[in-house]
């Protein structure tokens, strides 16, 4: 079955890094693309980023471009995502997802920006 | 950006109940229209794909329908296990948007 595993959230101050890691399992990964989404505490979802099969199409929310970089590695079946010049607003679960629209996701990583 | 509006914001049922939520777009999306549900402290599920088609596994009493700017999503008798928050969700564009979510409550 399919199986998708972040990892890499934490707490962070304001203008920090932070790189999220997702873990694919159960599909052909290199066939798939792949997305992240993000809930801020309280909130609704809002997509952030998706990459395609070979990571050569990019697309980036408004609210993070220019700020984070999405990634991945076929053969290690992984989907990244750096942060950078996190911002108190940044704050949520982060999910990584299968397909552009979020067929399968998994559990999500919570990413806290405070001082 | 496309804009999805959601509503109710908030529904209270009784088990057995038929269910309806709306979503409308800013503008024509044909059918690439998803519906989620998210259960307390859980990832959201896909349901409903391409306006109308049930995700494998997913129990018949969820419906969605609709193209173009309006959808519907239908629970034709709502279970105790249906209480989560309901999305739907645009992908027409390649830039994913959401409505603001319905939370599903039994009386």
């Known amino acids: 079955q399919v199986q998708l595993v972040e990892s890499g959230g934490g707490l962070v101050k304001p203008r920090g890094s932070l790189r999220l890691s997702c873990a694919a399992s159960?599909?052909?990964?290199?066939?798939?693309?792949m997305s992240w989404f993000r809930q801020a505490p309280g909130k609704g979802l809002e997509w952030v980023s998706s990459?395609?099969?070979?990571?050569?199409?990019?697309y980036y929310g408004d609210s993070v471009k220019g700020r984070f970089t999405i990634s991945r590695d076929n053969a290690r079946n992984s989907l990244y995502l750096q942060m950078n010049s996190l911002r108190a607003d940044d704050t949520a679960v982060y999910y990584c997802?299968?397909?552009?629209?979020?067929?399968?996701w998994g559990q999500g990583t919570l990413v806290t920006v405070s001082s | 950006d496309i804009q999805m509006t959601q509503s109710p914001s908030s529904l209270s049922a009784s088990v057995g109940d038929r269910v309806t939520i709306t979503c409308q777009a800013s503008?024509?999306?044909?059918?690439?229209l998803n519906w989620f549900q998210q259960k307390v402290g859980k990832a959201p599920k896909l349901l409903i794909y391409?306006?109308?088609n049930l995700e494998t596994g997913v129990p018949s009493r969820f419906s969605g329908s609709g193209s173009g700017t309006d959808f519907t999503f239908t629970i034709s008798s709502l279970q105790p296990e249906d209480i989560a928050t309901y999305y739907c969700?645009?992908?027409?564009?390649?830039?994913?948007?959401f409505g603001q979510g319905t939370r599903l409550e039994i009386k």
């Open positions: 391409d306006a109308s």
């Open positions: 969700q645009q992908y027409d564009n390649f830039l994913p948007t």
């Open positions: 997802a299968r397909d552009l629209q979020g067929g399968a």
């Open positions: 990459i395609n099969s070979n990571g050569a199409t990019i």
């Open positions: 503008q024509d999306i044909s059918i690439y």
């Open positions: 159960g599909f052909t990964f290199s066939d798939y693309y």
